[in-house]
Each structure stands twice: as C-alpha cells, then as structure tokens.
Antibody, heavy 119, light 107 residues
Framework: QLQLQESGPGLVKPSETLSLTCTVSGDSISSGRHYWDWIRQPPGRGLEWLGYIYYSGSTLYNPSLKSRVTMSVDTSKNQFSLKLSSMTAADTAVYYC???????????WGQGILVTVSS | DIQMTQSPSSLSASVGDRVTITCRASQGIRNDLGWYQQKPGKAPKHLIYATSNLQSGVPPRFSGSGSGTEFTLTISSLQPEDFATYYCLQHSAYPLTFGGGTKVEIK
C-alpha cells in the first residue's frame, strides 16, 4: 500500500532550521514517474505549496520562501527531505509530503506533522 | 503567480442539497485543476484531477467542470460525510497555488 510518512521535530526554536524527512513506501522515488512535493498549512488556514524534488535531485521552490528552503532526496532509502532555515512563528504549520503526477495531481498525502516555532 | 479565487468561502447546506463551488484563475490554466477535500485534523483527499476526472473511489455525486479560468466542483446530493473544506489547486504553472478553501457546513 502506497504511504508517505513525515518525520521530524514537532518544536523548533526561532531562527533555527527545520529538518523534515518523508519516507515513501509502496512506490519507488527512483521510478521517475512522479514529483515529490512539500505543502504546509498554518493552523486554521489554507494550503501553501513549498516546492518539489525529482528523483534526479532537480528542485523547484516557491519564491515566497526565498532562499530559506532546501530539498534533497535519498533514493537508496526512498526518502526525501525538507530544510527550512530562519524559522519564525509564521512558519508554524502542519507540513505534508505528497506525491504528484504531472497531470493527475497530488496523491497520496502524508498524514502531516505539526511543527511549532517557539522558544 | 496564478491567483486562485475560490467562492464561496463557506456555505451552509442540508443533506440532499446540490452544492456548487467555484474557482477562478487569474489567467488561463487549461484544464490543469484539481479538487481536494479536507476534514478536520486530516490530510486533504484528492477528489478530482484534470478538471473533471474522478479519482478512484470517489463517489459519482462529485463532479467537476470548467476550462480556462473558471472551474466548478458540484456535489449533486450532499451526504453527511461530505461536510468538510474543499480546495482547488492549479498545477498549470509554478508555483502551484491553491484556492482559499470553501467550508461546507450543516444547515
């Protein structure tokens, strides 16, 4: 069964760097059939697309994050990761990892991980 | 960025009602639009891709239509399990952008 699972800290201090990992089971990142995206949702608010990584390591980020975001992939572990630097309270959100097909859209989604930025 | 304007932001409806949600894109996005349903505390669930195609397992009371800049999600007969928040997503151009969401509540 295809599943994505986020892992990482639930609490990050202001100015620190968030590191999250998404473990994929039931599909191979190396297949090249999909993009692997990160999306976040602040409490009580809407969804924001953060960017994607492809199996080759190519990436595209949302310009709204400027230079704070870095994504990477480890095909040997079938995982991909997100790093977001200079965290502030505005980055408090549920972070989702998602598989994306070029024209079929986003499916499935991980269950999400709540990351709170607080000292 | 392509702006996705979703309306209404919320609505109240009864079981059995027909419900229509609209998303308007700030520029043409062909048919590169999907719809997602989110229940409290859960990840979004993919309902419709490429404007009008039902994801596997999605009941046929859900339908999508539109092209270019105007798109709609219709629930033909609202069921108790359909009370949720719905989002549209354009994937025609980067960055991908979501509509602001429509919360469907029980009347």
């Amino acid at each position: 069964q295809l599943q994505l699972q986020e892992s990482g800290p639930g609490l990050v201090k202001p100015s620190e760097t968030l590191s999250l990992t998404c473990t994929v089971s039931g599909d191979s990142i190396s297949s090249g059939r999909h993009y692997w995206d990160w999306i976040r949702q602040p409490p009580g608010r809407g969804l924001e697309w953060l960017g994607y990584i492809y199996y080759s390591g190519s990436t595209l980020y949302n310009p709204s994050l400027k230079s704070r975001v870095t994504m990477s992939v480890d095909t040997s572990k079938n995982q991909f990761s997100l790093k977001l630097s200079s965290m502030t309270a505005a980055d408090t959100a549920v972070y989702y990892c998602v598989r994306r097909h070029n024209w079929r859209g986003l499916d499935p989604w991980g269950q999400g991980i709540l990351v709170t930025v607080s000292s | 960025d392509i702006q996705m304007t979703q309306s209404p932001s919320s609505l109240s409806a009864s079981v059995g009602d027909r419900v229509t949600i609209t998303c308007r894109a700030s520029q043409g996005i062909r048919n590169d639009l999907g719809w997602y349903q989110q229940k409290p505390g859960k990840a979004p669930k993919h309902l419709i891709y490429a404007t009008s195609n039902l994801q596997s397992g999605v009941p046929p009371r859900f339908s999508g239509s539109g092209s270019g800049t105007e798109f709609t999600l219709t629930i033909s007969s609202l069921q108790p399990e359909d009370f949720a928040t719905y989002y549209c997503l354009q994937h025609s151009a980067y960055p991908l952008t979501f509509g602001g969401g429509t919360k469907v509540e029980i009347k």
